[in-house]
Nanobody, 123 residues
Framework: QVQLVESGGGLVQAGGSLRLSCAAS????????MGWFRQAPGKEREFVAA????????YYADSVKGRFTISKDNAKSTVFLQTSSLKPEDTAVYYC????????????????RGQGTQVTVSS
């Protein structure tokens, strides 16, 4: 069993940045690929970024490529999402998810999900 707790969300002006964290409890964090997803009001949940078990491989949604960076610290059992050049359309609840195995883009194939952290970007 893995529990995920996100933090780092908040209110920021357009153009600003936030660093989201997702702390995992449980064993064998290095066996899990991690992903970040988000859901804006009235919209479906969407993929943001994912990182492989080792942290060596990453993948991003086109909408955040070049602005967001995902990283994984296996020693601290934590995955990060560094955001920059934030836009109002980035406003959403951001969730992290863990998958035992390879990196994936679909939330449905992840085994565990956190409760989310709110990011609000004002114009």
């Amino acid at each position: 069993q893995v529990q995920l707790v996100e933090s780092g969300g908040g209110l920021v002006q357009a153009g600003g940045s936030l660093r989201l964290s997702c702390a995992a409890s449980g064993r064998s964090f290095s066996d899990y690929a991690m992903g970040w997803f988000r859901q804006a009001p009235g919209k479906e949940r969407e993929f943001v970024a994912a990182v492989s078990r080792s942290g060596d491989s990453t993948y991003y949604a086109d909408s955040v490529k070049g602005r967001f960076t995902i990283s994984k610290d296996n020693a601290k059992s934590t995955v990060f999402l560094q955001t920059s050049s934030l836009k109002p359309e980035d406003t959403a609840v951001y969730y992290c998810a863990a998958r035992r195995g390879s990196l994936a883009l679909l939330l449905t194939v992840y085994d565990y999900r956190g409760q989310g952290t709110q990011v609000t970007v004002s114009s």
